[in-house]
């Protein structure tokens, strides 16, 4: 009998019909990637397999079996006896999932305890057991901990460990690696197939990332609009899709080994508008000061695209905060068009890696595009709304929205027109450079293609220079005329974007880019080998 059997699976949410008549089975031991768009019922599904769309409103219907439990027929009590014992679930934002309150180790225990009713010392030593086969060190020191304490990966590893407490069947892991650097996120896919090759367990994922579906499962189900695509061994499906939506996706997909074109290339000039000297910057004092960056120089020619690539942590965010005043350096200096300069300046905008957090959610996106023009004046006398309102349409027409949206409010659009609102606002202030945060990695690959594209279209036309902040490694290569790479706040290597891709002379940038997923699941194997076998030398 197979581990789950999904047939002709429907999912309303009032009007809105976000699965139409899926159907699949995944087999003990084996695992299946959910692929698809954001908005395209991933995530939806791998809800309805625990029942967590009971109570909600939502109608579902067809068959869900999920080890030998009929999730349809199921009562609150059997539901709650699957939910955890049997299957389990990893969720994309671990700090949603993590009670920031209670150390790690209690949480894990408490699962333990309702699940298998274990004593407080076996649900504590379980803990400290599940939370070492994780990898995280010093696992029972650090079962102490609360979740603010771990790095992004380290609550990740948590979650898997609070899943593994009982020994679930079925793993379902939704987006587990979407907010990871590319050395984390192999970390995280080499222990889910470990996992799996010891005890036995099947895997649902759910992910976007194509790279990381060839890393990580036998076979794939492509979703579009709630139905199913295409689906069937992932050497197939990825190797040689029959579906054209499945060739689109591929296509969209941003590898390392691809060089840029003509008409990808930016128009570079010789004239230096951005440059940092000696940057350094502290936090915190005396003997517990923390250097996020150490002794950084560099420079933005007009019209180029620098690339700034490394791993959480290394520095990237508080370099591309100095480099637009919103952090002032503890030593060095900022320079733009040649002068130094203290503070934020208009000439200099940034791109936010999250949207949702630097819009205001209770004004609409007009108004919040219209701030700039407003502290600008726009050389008008008085307060001139209607141009004001002009100039805001016609950006919003620029970034691919429509003038119509004026009125609109933040929650009101997709993850990419969030991050469209986000560039429209920093046109506003006619800068000459762009600092780009992580301006695509929350975004489905279609969605960051489209997103990377309007970039390259804005830059060629208004002659703009960009850094483009960023750990994932394909993306920065993909729109990089030059690229820095940071760790521990230092740059170690820099060149052109060819130069270091090809021929990395840094032993670190070698290893991110060993870690970069591969869309051949062969090659992913490989690799996956050679990194098991480095970390037990």
Do not use: W
């Amino acid at each position: 009998m197979s581990l789950v059997r999904v047939t002709d699976l429907t999912v309303e949410f009032g009007g809105l019909r976000a699965v139409d008549g899926l159907s699949f089975a995944l087999e003990r031991g084996a695992a299946l990637a959910l692929v698809g768009e954001s908005g395209s019922g991933k995530s939806t599904v791998a809800s309805a397999l625990l029942g967590l769309h009971h109570g909600t409103g939502a109608r579902v219907g067809g068959s869900i079996e999920v080890a030998g439990t009929d999730v349809q027929a199921a009562s609150d009590g059997e539901l709650r006896r699957l939910r955890g014992a049997k299957a389990a679930m990893v969720f994309q934002d671990p700090l949603s999932s993590l009670d920031p309150y209670y150390a790690i180790g209690d949480q894990l225990a408490e699962v333990y305890r309702v699940h298998a009713r274990g004593s407080r010392r076996a649900a504590r030593a379980r803990a400290v057991e599940v939370l070492d086969r994780v990898g995280i060190p010093d696992a029972r020191r650090r079962s102490r901990s609360r979740p603010h304490e771990f790095s992004g990966g380290m609550r990740q590893r948590a979650l898997i460990a609070m899943a593994l407490a009982c020994e679930p069947e079925l793993l379902i892991a939704d987006e587990p690696t979407t907010a990871l650097d590319v050395t984390v996120q192999a970390q995280i896919l080499d222990l889910l197939h470990t996992l799996r090759e010891e005890t036995g367990m099947g895997l649902l994922l759910v992910t976007h990332d194509v790279g990381v579906a060839a890393e990580s499962v036998d076979r794939v189900l492509v979703m579009r609009h709630g139905r199913v695509v295409e689906q069937g061994p992932v050497t197939a499906v990825l190797g040689a899709p029959a579906e054209p939506y499945t060739r689109e996706l591929l296509s969209a997909v941003p590898r390392v080994d691809a060089v840029r074109t003509p008409a990808q290339a930016s128009e570079e000039s010789e004239e230096v508008v951005l440059e940092a000297s000696g940057l350094r910057r502290e936090f915190g004092r005396g003997k517990r000061a923390l250097v996020a960056v150490d002794d950084v120089s560099l420079t933005v020619r007009r019209g180029e695209t620098l690339g700034v690539v490394g791993e959480s942590g290394s520095g990237k965010t508080t370099l591309g905060r100095m480099l637009v005043g919103l952090l002032e350096p503890t030593a060095g200096e900022v320079r733009h068009d040649g002068h130094a300069r203290a503070g934020v300046n208009p000439a200099v905008q940034m791109v936010f890696q999250d949207p949702v957090s630097s819009l205001n959610p209770r004004r609409s996106i007009g108004e919040s595009i219209a701030d700039p023009l407003r502290a600008r004046a726009m050389g008008l006398r008085g307060s001139d709304e209607g141009r004001i309102r002009a100039r805001v349409t016609e950006l919003l027409e620029r970034v691919g929205l429509e003038g119509a949206h004026y009125e609109r409010y933040p929650h009101e659009f997709s993850g990419g027109q969030r991050q469209r609102v986000g560039i429209a606002r920093a046109l506003a202030a006619d800068p000459r450079v762009i600092v780009c945060d992580e301006p695509v990695s929350a975004l489905d690959v279609t969605t960051q293609a489209q997103v990377v594209a309007l970039l390259g279209e804005l830059q060629r036309e208004l002659g703009l220079a960009l850094v483009f902040v960023a750990h994932d490694l394909a993306v920065v290569r993909q729109v990089s005329d030059r690229v820095a790479v940071m760790r521990r706040g230092r740059i170690v290597e820099t060149g052109t974007a060819d130069e270091v891709y090809d021929d990395p002379q840094d032993p670190y940038t070698r290893q991110l880019l060993a870690a970069v997923p591969a869309l051949d699941p062969e090659a992913a194997a490989r690799r996956r080998a050679a990194r098991r076998e480095l970390a037990s030398a």
